[in-house]
DNA sequence: CGGCATTTTGAGCCCTCTCAACGAGTGTGG
DNA sequence: CCACACTCGTTGAGAGGGCTCAAAATGCCG
């Protein structure tokens, strides 16, 4: 328990000034030392909603206390999910949405070359599936990035409770909206952008991000390797990881394997092209 | 009157067989005979959403007849929009979803150095607008390619009736969710295709489309102009156009100037390495 | 320490872009 | 009726960004 309670502390200690509550991000935990973990992560999982940090980023955000009790009962959650483990595949019937309480989560399909596509990264308070309420049947592997908790809700009371609570309906519309919302700015991203651009964006985007989780917008560690990094944007991984060095020899970077820093976010968003009102 | 009625029937004659009702779709009206045009137009507008064709694709689908009438009442139906007319503009508040009747949409973002970027394109039955559900204020402008007719619903509404009509709320989920599924697959296309098959792949897609409205799924009017459909595919206009000649020499496709016509819907397919179940 | 996965670096090539010119179609005004 | 301007689509030649192939370097875990 004292190696836990030391990651805890030192992911505290990267907290913006502001975060009382803590969220464990990216918090890889020694695998050999299961008790300890499980006991950690047990505690973590039966936190309720109310009490869960990330509830302003998740379903629950808008809902009275009461609404939220409601909520509450209905999510199920699960043991804690091991790297590279999937918590549904593609083909899966949907029954549930999942929402990333810790770690981080990859999803993507293979095609019929058996290539690997990424679709997206889900950091916690995310939610996950929402692209097969359609069809009833997930397009999607989704597959933990690292040891990573997860709330499942049931998908049938999502529907039944959003009837009953008009602000969940309203609060489901508007999460549903936003993935289109952000979904088109990717494309833009995808189908426009140079590969420089491409990095910067993803940077910012991830960046903003762990703003919003209360963590440091400005030195991160990336849960992905480079392939899905490249994959997800549509480049080679070989290009990904020269934008990278030469985005740390202008110096807007320090790169360090996974653990990034960004050194002159100004520079890095005239890079990418973006618009900076957002770090 | 004589010349729309010909439009009519001719493009009556280009529907598959068990079409019964007529969908008029990428018909050009001669603009100078503005009179004849409204009425016509006027009488397609203030048709109900149970007569309306479209209502299968559209909103109303699955309601009991009795519920489609709630929902018909708050629909507006507006005076035909001209070619080049925008239906709302980039920063404009959302109020309402529109649902295409006739004609053709597209919708599009300016950024900052005045350069277009094509979001998508809208076709008779698709709702457009979604994404701007959770901020409230559209992040695009939609414009008419042609002069098209456009059911207005307001957005205020629909939610309230999605509270009320389980449904409708079950229907507009699935819209939503819809919606991002095919962002995603379009994602896929933008960043790991090549020109060849990201033209054949919108082909494909367009020619499904126009099947599902009963329309020929191998001749069809593209009614976008080649510098839009290279935009949206993130292309040069030069390389749509070059792509389209290759697949013409290919005995692929027939292209004359915006009619298009599939020769060989199963090589097409091959060419963009697709599943060619749905043609 | 050794084996394996991941990341980095280098060299050469190809797809697609850019630039440029031309042809076709359309609307306008003389 | 024709000349002109303008938009749109096509075609050609050259250049460049990112990919592929290859190999070394680094990190990770047993």
């Given amino acids: ?72 009962a209905t999510i199920k959650r699960a043991e804690p999910i091991q790297k590279n483990k999937s918590i549904f595949e593609d083909g899966d019937k949907f029954l549930s949405l999942y929402a990333v309480r810790s770690g981080a989560i990859k999803s993507f399909s293979i095609d019929e070359k058996g290539e690997e596509h990424v679709i997206g990264f889900y950091l916690p308070g995310e939610l996950i599936g929402l692209d097969a309420i359609d069809t009833g049947i997930h397009n999607h592997t989704a597959k933990a990035l690292e040891t990573s908790s997860i709330c499942e809700i049931p998908y049938e009371q999502v529907e039944y409770l959003s009837g009953k609570i008009s602000k969940l309906q309203k609060h489901m519309f ?43 917008p400005t030195s991160f560690r990336l849960p992905m390797p480079r392939t899905d990094i490249a994959n997800y944007l549509g480049l080679a991984v070989e290009t990904v990881s020269r934008v990278l060095t030469r985005l740390q020899d202008q110096l807007i970077l320090s790169v360090d394997g ?10 890095l968003c005239q890079v990418s092209h973006m618009d900076c009102s957002n770090i």
């Fill in 1 to 72: 328990m004292l190696i836990l309670q030391f990651l805890f502390n030192w992911h505290h200690m990267r907290l913006e000034s502001r975060a009382k509550t803590a969220i464990v991000l990216g918090n890889k935990i020694n695998e050999s030392n299961l008790d300890g973990e499980y006991q950690f992560m047990k505690n973590q999982f039966t936190v309720s909603c109310q009490a869960c940090s990330l509830s302003e980023l998740c379903i629950p955000n808008s809902l009275s206390t009461s609404e939220m009790d409601i909520v509450d």
């Fill in 258 to 267: 996974k653990e990034v820093e960004i050194l002159d976010a100004q520079k």
């Fill in 174 to 216: 508007r999460l549903l909206s936003r993935e289109i919302h952000e979904d088109q700015e990717l494309q833009l991203l995808l189908s426009k952008k140079t590969a420089d651009e491409k990095i910067g964006a993803f940077l910012i985007n991830l960046s903003a991000r762990y703003k919003q989780r209360q963590l440091s």
